[in-house]
């Protein structure tokens, strides 16, 4: 069975599965979290218990459901099985003790906790890349998407590199007054330079090809988006450890053309659709697209004001974090979670009984209703960061009652692995449980 996200150069389900279900069950502990998260404005992201909190996301949420989708979805954009899968299938129980210890160390402060999360937590990142790169390597096809998932991969590398030497920093305080400014490149550089190129990368893939507009992506405006957000990351970086406003001010100005373009780009994609039924992962999409952008404005005017640089700077981590990884990661598991479902346990009886559309395995009611409490908790928790108040219980269970939704859709759409598919002899098919 061909699919749009899966061939069979694909991994066995139990790969990508794996991740993404790890992220599915740290996206429930960190939703019940939101209401009780602590104001964000006074100590920003360096405080023990708000890094714990922020690791938990990147690492748990985020990095999970990234890492499972790219082992899904990079053979099938390339045409070429993942180079060394076995290494691939291992990598999740490394990655999985490593960012539980990590964000234990970051909670207690813990060393031995903290080097050894790195440490494991390293050895899945670093297979992560190789597994990748090596993957591209062998490849005919390298455009413009490709080539997002190639550079988000290395940056994740090097973010990590950036990443371990903070937790090692912890113990020995080597960094100095340095501290910070390596957080803030280890910080631009996972979001920006990991977070959304994959983000970008994956919606021309995921949008242009369930809208059926896959012929209206342009690829020099690809290449350009591309070109503007790495050139971009990596000058803010450079200027957050070089301590240049100016530097970061032109960087941050190339993220905010590239975040801009992706986005114009991505409602062009959306009004020249041939599919004109509602589908849940558009409104996802968009809102992640948006919040992309007020990330990368809300960097560019903290450059610019140096007196509200930090509540600025936090609020554009949040955007990127929640407003625009976490958007999406819903938006898209409605997507990849659904397909592969009905792939693993319908494909086998289609056109020889009747079997669920993708829509039918989840309540698209519930889907919107999902959103719309998470972006007004998005919204809302926004002003709350900017403002460094500590009112985020509010807004926080708002965003709860969206993921909330989320989860109770994903647990619909993950009973369908459980039922038993019997077709009968008039056409019809028997869905029942096991």
């Keep these: 069975m061909i699919g749009p996200i899966s061939t069979s150069q694909a991994p066995p389900l139990r790969l990508p599965g794996r991740y993404m279900a790890l992220g599915i069950v740290v996206l429930l502990l960190s939703g019940s979290l939101l209401p009780f998260l602590p104001a964000l404005g006074g100590s920003g992201f360096y405080s023990p218990d708000v890094l714990a909190f922020v690791h938990l996301n990147t690492l748990g949420v985020v990095g999970a459901v990234i890492l499972g989708a790219n082992f899904q979805l990079v053979p099938v954009v390339l045409g070429r099985p993942l180079a060394a899968q076995r290494a691939a299938l291992l990598s999740f129980w490394t990655y999985l003790p490593g960012a539980l210890l990590l964000a234990t160390g970051l909670a207690t402060i813990e060393e031995p906790l903290l080097a050894a999360g790195a440490v494991l937590l390293g050895l899945a990142v670093l297979t992560y890349v190789w597994v990748i790169v090596g993957t591209f390597l062998r490849a005919s096809r390298r455009d413009g998407v490709v080539w997002h998932i190639l550079l988000a991969a290395v940056n994740c590398g090097l ?22 400014r390596t957080l803030a490149a280890h910080a631009t550089v996972m979001l920006a330079g990991w977070v959304a190129l994959m983000f970008m990368g994956v919606a021309y893939r995921l949008v242009g090809m369930f809208t059926l507009s896959e012929d209206r992506i342009v690829p020099r405006l690809v290449w350009a988006e591309l070109v503007l957000v790495e050139v971009g990351t990596w000058t803010v970086a450079s200027a957050a450890l070089l301590g240049s406003r100016p530097v970061g001010g032109v960087g941050a100005l190339l993220l905010l053309l590239g975040s801009l373009l992706f986005l114009a780009h991505l409602l062009w994609l959306y009004r020249g659709r041939r599919r004109r039924r509602f589908d849940i992962h558009i409104p996802f999409a968009l809102t992640a697209a948006v919040c992309e952008v007020g990330a990368a404005s809300a960097l560019l005017y903290g450059i610019a004001r140096p007196a509200d640089a930090l509540a600025l700077w936090t609020l554009a981590a949040w955007l990127a974090l929640f407003g625009m990884a976490e958007t999406a990661i819903q938006g898209f598991l409605y997507k990849i979670l659904t397909f592969l479902v009905w792939l693993h346990r319908y494909a086998p009886f289609a056109g020889r009984g009747r079997v669920p559309r993708l829509e039918e395995m989840y309540d698209v009611r519930l889907g919107v209703a999902g959103w719309v409490a998470w972006t007004l908790g998005l919204l809302g928790a926004s002003v709350v960061v900017a403002g460094g108040w500590s009112a985020m219980w509010l807004p926080g269970l708002l965003m709860m009652l969206g993921v909330d939704c989320f989860l109770i859709n994903a647990a619909s759409i993950g009973s369908h692995a459980l039922r038993r598919v019997a077709p009968l002899g008039d056409g019809r098919s028997m869905l029942r449980r096991r």
């Design 159 to 180: 973010g990590y590199l950036l990443g371990l030497t903070l937790a090692l920093n912890k113990g020995e305080g080597f960094l100095g007054p340095m501290t910070l």
